[in-house]
């Protein structure tokens, strides 16, 4: 198998290209390049779980709470795209109307080649932490002991140790993290 290198797949894609991969998977990348343009800091996306049991969403809700507190017009979501992740958007969506909320449905990385990612990622294990840049990663949550993908990350020098929390984690270990974000 090759190795494929992300950014130079990003660097050849033509500005028709972009326009053709967000057409194709169903999103206007002008609308997500307008988020991003109104805000002065750097911006992060949340990347939620597909939280399975009750007592993880409500302690992903609790840490995604303290997160957005810190920087509400800095911080978006990004549903996992399983549907057990609709009970932590359902909530987040009702105590925070004015939360952006990416597709569930389209792959992180669409966002990353069509110029419409923020600056940074954070939250749960997902192959999405595999196939983007490891300046764009602020923070993984490990979901088990057994996580899959850490083992690889920290290998290959995606994510360093002091980047990695767990939902036992206080929500007060993410402030230094989220206030990078504040200009």
Do not use: C, W
């Not at 932590?88 to 669409?110: C, D, F, Q, S």
């Amino acid at each position: 198998m090759k190795e494929k290198n992300i950014k130079k797949i990003k660097e050849h894609l033509t500005p028709k290209e972009k326009k053709q991969l967000a057409a194709l998977l169903g999103f206007d990348p002008e609308k997500y390049k307008n988020y991003l343009l109104k805000h002065k800091g750097k911006t992060a996306i949340y990347l939620s779980s597909a939280a399975f049991f009750e007592e993880d969403y409500l302690k992903e809700i609790e840490i995604f709470k303290k997160i957005y507190s810190i920087a509400p017009d800095l911080i978006y979501l990004k549903p996992h795209p399983f549907f057990s992740s609709e009970n932590i958007t359902k909530i987040l969506r009702n105590e925070y109307p004015n939360l952006i909320i990416y597709p569930a449905h389209i792959p992180i990385e669409a966002f990353y080649f069509t110029d419409t990612l923020p600056d940074y990622i954070m939250g749960y294990g997902s192959s999405s932490f595999l196939s983007l840049p490891r300046e764009k990663i602020l923070f993984y949550i490990k979901r088990t002991q057994t996580e899959s993908y850490l083992p690889f990350l920290i290998r290959s020098g995606l994510i360093r140790k002091e980047q990695i929390f767990d939902l036992k984690t206080d929500p007060d270990e993410f402030v230094p993290f989220i206030r990078r974000l504040k200009p």
